[in-house]
C-alpha cells in the first residue's frame, strides 16, 4: 500500500471511529456489504471501527448482533478481511462459537500471516477447546498462544498466591537485591540491623546508588524482607550471564534453571506465572516474546502473563553483563496497605519509613507533623510505638481528612492522636501542642515541584524557627529538606545529613537536635 492510500485509510477509520453504534450498523455496515470485493477492500476500516465503537458503546444487543456480522467475516475470500474481523472480536466478546470458528480456520490455513494473527486472536479469548487442538503444534507461531491460553486457565482455575509466610530452606547462590530511592541505602543498612541485631539473618555484601545486596544467612521468608520499611522492592537475583551472545537463550535459560524452579516453588502456592520487563530499556515486545516463548519451550510449568502474574522478572545491564531479579508484585506493598487515599505530592512510603527510622525511640513521645499530607510520617512514627500522643495539621481539610483516615487505618485507635487544620505557625492553638512541648518533629514540607510554593525558601525559614520554638529541650526534628538552607536558631544542633534522589530532583534529609537550656 503506498503512503497515499494509507494516509487515506488512516483518514477514514477516524472518521468511522467517530460515529455512533447506530450510525455504523445502519449506514456503514450494509454499505460495506454490498460492496463489490475492490471496495471491500478499500474500506475494511469499517470491521476495526466496529470492533472498536461496539467494545465502548454498544449495548448487549448491538454486540451480539455484531459479533455475528464479524464471525461470517471470518469466512470471507480475503484474508485480510478475515484478519480485521479477528482482530476486533476480542474487543466485544466472543464464545464457543466463535473460538472453534477461529480454530477450524487455524486448521485450514496455509498463511503464516494468517496463523500469527489467528494465534494472537486465540490467546485472548481460547479456554480449554483451543488447548485440546493446539497443545502440540510444531507451528513457531502458535507457541505463545499456548503459553497465553495456560496463563488464562492457569489464572481462572487455580489463581497463583505468593506465600509471604513461606521458608526458603535451600539459599544455595542466593543473592537479594533491595532497591530504594538514592540515598537511603544506609538507612536500609541501619534497619537491617536494628531488625536483625548479633549477625542478623542477612549479611550486607555492597552498596551502591538506589541499591542495598544481602545474602541470607539461613533459611528466610519474604516477611522477614518486608519487616524493612525503608526499600522499594526486594527482589531474588536468579542468575547472570556475561557477554552472550544470544541474549534471549541466555535469559530464558535463566529463568528457566533449576535455580529459579526452587525459589518459585518454595514461595508459590499455584501455578508459577510471571512478568517479564527491562526497566531501563522500555518497551522490548519482540525480545519478551522470544524469550518469554524460549521459557516456555524449556519448562511449560512457569507461564509467562503479563496481565495478572504474581511475580516479575526485571532484567538489568551493566556494561556487557545482564542479570535477572525475581520479585514479588503485591499491590498493595503489604507494608503500606494502610493507605486508604492520597494527597497531591504525597510523600515516598518508603522515604516516610526512613525518616519514622532516623527519629529513634520515641518513647512517650509527642510527635507533630505540621504538613501532614496523606499523613505517611506520622503513620510510620506510629508503627514503631512508644509514642504518646501524635498531632498532624495541614492547611488543606482533604489532607487533615486522608492524613486521619490513613492513621486510623494503620493505627486502629492504639495511640491517641489529633488532625487539625492549622497553618504551622499558629501551632500553639491546637489541642496537645504548646512551645517547648513536642518531642519530635517530623515532615516533608512542601517541595514546590507539583505544587507551586511562592515563597519556599521564607516557609523553610519559617519552619526552622517553629520547630526550635516548639520542641523541647533534646527534641529531635527530623525533615526532607529540599533547599540549601540552614536553621538560624543555633539550638538546633545538625546529627544527620544525607542526599536522598526524589525522582529528578534532590532533597536532604535532616535530623536535627535541639541543644539543652
Known amino acids: 500500500m503506498t503512503q ?42 469499517v470491521v476495526r471501527a466496529v470492533g472498536v ?74 479456554g480449554e477447546a483451543t ?14 498462544t499456548i503459553q497465553k491460553v495456560e496463563g488464562t486457565l492457569a489464572r481462572l482455575q487455580n489463581p497463583s498466591v505468593i506465600r509471604m509466610d513461606q521458608t526458603l530452606d535451600d539459599i544455595r547462590k542466593i543473592r537479594i537485591h533491595l532497591r530504594c530511592k538514592s540515598g537511603l541505602e544506609e538507612m536500609i543498612a541501619e534497619e537491617l540491623k536494628s531488625r536483625f541485631p548479633g549477625g542478623g539473618r542477612f549479611r550486607i555484601i555492597r552498596s551502591e546508588p538506589g541499591l542495598v545486596a544481602v545474602d541470607p544467612l539461613g533459611p528466610f521468608q519474604i516477611d522477614d524482607l518486608f519487616s524493612i520499611r525503608s526499600f522499594a522492592t526486594a527482589a531474588i537475583v536468579l542468575g547472570t550471564a556475561d557477554s552472550p551472545e544470544n541474549e534471549a537463550d541466555a535469559l530464558a535459560t535463566i529463568i528457566a534453571s533449576g535455580h529459579a524452579q526452587r525459589v518459585f516453588q518454595a514461595f508459590t502456592d499455584g501455578p508459577i506465572r510471571y512478568r517479564l520487563e527491562f526497566p531501563a530499556r522500555g518497551h522490548q515486545r519482540a525480545l519478551i516474546r522470544s524469550i518469554t516463548n524460549r521459557v516456555f519451550e524449556l519448562c511449560p510449568a512457569v507461564i509467562n502473563d503479563s496481565r495478572s502474574a504474581p511475580w516479575q522478572i526485571a532484567v538489568y545491564q551493566r556494561g556487557r553483563r545482564i542479570w535477572a531479579e525475581l520479585s514479588p508484585r503485591l499491590r498493595p506493598d503489604p507494608r503500606f496497605s494502610y493507605r486508604l487515599d492520597d494527597v497531591p505530592a504525597a510523600s515516598h512510603p518508603p522515604l516516610a519509613a526512613a525518616m519514622a ?61 489529633h488532625f487539625e487544620m492549622c497553618d504551622f ?59 540549601p538552607m540552614k536553621p538560624l536558631d543555633r539550638r538546633l544542633i545538625l546529627d544527620y545529613r544525607h542526599r536522598v534522589d526524589l525522582g529528578g530532583f534532590d532533597v536532604h534529609l535532616e535530623k536535627y537536635t535541639k541543644a539543652e537550656d
Open 4 to 45: 497515499k492510500h494509507q494516509n487515506a485509510a488512516k483518514a477514514d477509520y477516524q472518521r468511522l471511529r467517530n460515529l455512533s453504534c447506530a450510525q455504523l450498523w445502519s449506514d456503514e455496515v450494509p454499505a460495506f456489504d454490498r460492496a463489490n470485493p475492490r471496495e471491500r477492500m478499500q474500506r475494511v476500516s
Open 53 to 126: 465503537v461496539f467494545s465502548e458503546s454498544g449495548t448487549a444487543e448491538e454486540k451480539s448482533a455484531a459479533r455475528h456480522w464479524l464471525r461470517q467475516l471470518l469466512h470471507d475470500p480475503e484474508e485480510k478481511i478475515r484478519r480485521y474481523a479477528m482482530t476486533a472480536l476480542p474487543k466485544i466478546g466472543a464464545d464457543d462459537v466463535e473460538e472453534n470458528t477461529l480454530l477450524d480456520l487455524l486448521e485450514k490455513t496455509g498463511s503464516s500471516r494468517e496463523r500469527k494473527a489467528l494465534g494472537q486472536t486465540l490467546a485472548k479469548i481460547g
Open 131 to 144: 488447548l485440546d487442538r493446539i497443545r502440540h503444534s510444531k507451528s513457531p507461531e502458535i507457541h505463545r
Open 357 to 417: 527510622f532516623l527519629a529513634g525511640p520515641l518513647d512517650g513521645a509527642t510527635v507533630w507533623d505540621p504538613f501532614c499530607g496523606s499523613g505517611l510520617e506520622l503513620v510510620e512514627a506510629g508503627l514503631r510505638g512508644g509514642a504518646s500522643q501524635i498531632i498532624g495539621t495541614d492547611r488543606s481539610e482533604d489532607a487533615v481528612r486522608i492524613a486521619s483516615a490513613n492513621f486510623e487505618s494503620a493505627l486502629r485507635g492504639s495511640i491517641p492522636s
Open 425 to 483: 505557625r499558629d501551632y500553639s492553638d491546637v489541642e496537645g501542642l504548646r512551645e517547648g512541648g513536642v518531642s519530635v518533629i517530623i515532615s516533608n514540607p512542601p517541595m514546590g515541584r507539583r505544587i507551586k510554593i511562592p515563597d519556599l525558601r521564607g516557609l523553610i525559614a519559617d519552619f526552622f524557627e517553629i520547630a526550635a520554638e516548639a520542641l523541647a529541650p533534646s527534641g529531635c526534628l527530623v525533615f526532607a529538606n529540599p533547599l
